[in-house]
């Protein structure tokens, strides 16, 4: 199955971080060692805000994210290349009768699914 692209326009406060999988052995006297875990060790997770959208637009959004539900889909943050990330949790703020926000936490993966 081809992986979906995440196309909606995320507004600029969308704030990544990144986050290092490290291993830290620790010996006596207060020594310790620190090696990286696994292939792949920095995943982000950006905190994405899509704005204004008509209640179909949101709609929509909420579709493409319960498709996706634990598969991973495709994302380009900020003109960098397309990664790969999960969406596990999202929320909306409702502005009006039909302006509507969508809050979504991505998580990036690495996976052979393409």
């Not at 406060?13 to 696994?38: C, E, K, L, V």
């Not at 997770?45 to 209640?55: N, T, W």
């Not at 996706?68 to 003109?79: E, H, I, K, S």
């Not at 039909?98 to 393409?114: G, I």
Request: positive net charge; glycine residues 4%.
């Amino acid at each position: 199955m081809t992986l979906q692209t995440f196309t909606w326009r995320v507004e600029k406060r969308t704030r990544p971080t990144w986050r290092a999988s490290i291993r830290q052995f620790n010996f006596g006297d207060g020594y310790s060692q620190n090696s990286p875990q696994g292939l792949n060790p920095v995943k982000a997770e950006i905190a994405v805000v899509v704005p204004r959208l008509s209640r179909a637009q949101r709609d929509a959004v909420h579709a493409f994210f319960k498709a996706n539900a634990g598969r991973p889909f495709l994302f380009a943050y900020d003109g960098d290349p397309l990664q790969k990330f999960t969406c596990e949790e999202w929320s909306e703020e409702k502005h009006r009768p039909d302006l509507y926000t969508v809050n979504a936490t991505f998580k990036q993966v690495y996976t052979n699914q393409s």
